[in-house]
């Protein structure tokens, strides 16, 4: 079954203005963590930002935050004043249970395209 | 501060020839360490973890084998490739340990080309 979905393939924002990346998982396990990752054209993966599914507080890094709606298992990225670098691969991804030592689920990504 | 290395970055290799990727990570002990494979436009595909040296851990069944000879460095392998391993292999390492954080940091990968 398909833990993390992402259901934008694509997304286009105009630059200086907000965004948000939809992500939803699926998870029986009360203590998970989930994870935004930054994918340029050149291939590497970024970590963004982490949320602990007990954390009481969104999670927020710079332009980063992490809008987590935990009842409606969603954790969305939300990318204030966007800007041209900004464009890339974004992939959201669900590790469970927390500090275990195995993988890293991924979503299919949302490829966002800045607009000047 | 830790650093993770990966090569070759590209590789073109013909159909049933060997291949070895390598990984390293410094700055660092004790990783865990990953073998993703991620296929164009999609998203990663883990293949092997492994939590210490001679512990490799395999999550998709096929013709590729990871070892862990030394604690910072990890080896995707296989005898003989396929068209279907043409990929992008992207290598992982998390700290563990009183300092241990929970993202994983990735290498810059290696795009493989079978012929």
């Known amino acids: 079954a398909q833990k993390i979905t992402q259901t934008q393939p694509g997304m286009f924002v105009q630059e200086k203005e907000a965004v948000t990346l939809d992500c939803t998982y699926d998870?029986?396990?009360?203590?998970?963590?989930l994870f935004w990752y930054k994918q340029p054209s050149s291939g590497e993966m970024i970590f963004l930002i982490y949320q602990g599914s007990y954390d009481q507080q969104n999670a927020t890094e710079g332009r980063y935050s992490l809008n987590f709606q935990k009842a409606r298992k969603s954790a969305n990225l939300v990318i204030s004043a966007s800007q041209l670098g900004d464009s890339a691969m974004y992939f959201c991804a669900m590790r469970e249970p927390t500090g275990s030592a195995r993988q890293l689920t991924f979503g299919s990504g949302t490829q966002l395209t800045v607009l000047p | 501060s830790q650093t993770i290395h990966q090569w070759p970055a590209t590789l073109v290799q013909p159909v049933g020839s060997p291949l070895s990727l390598e990984c390293t990570v410094e700055g660092t002990s004790n990783p865990n360490l990953y073998w993703y494979r991620q296929a164009a436009g999609r998203g990663l595909q883990l293949l092997f973890y492994s939590v210490g040296i001679g512990q490799i851990s395999s999550e998709v069944p096929q013709n590729l084998s990871a070892s862990r000879p030394q604690d910072r460095q990890f080896i995707l392998s296989s005898k003989k490739l396929l068209l279907s391993d043409s990929s992008f292999y992207l290598c992982?390492?998390?700290?563990?340990?009183?300092?241990?954080?929970?993202?994983?940091?990735f290498g810059p990968g290696t795009r493989l080309t079978v012929l």
């Open positions: 998870t029986s396990d009360p203590s998970y963590g």
């Open positions: 992982a390492w998390r700290a563990t340990g009183p300092g241990g954080t929970n993202e994983q940091f």
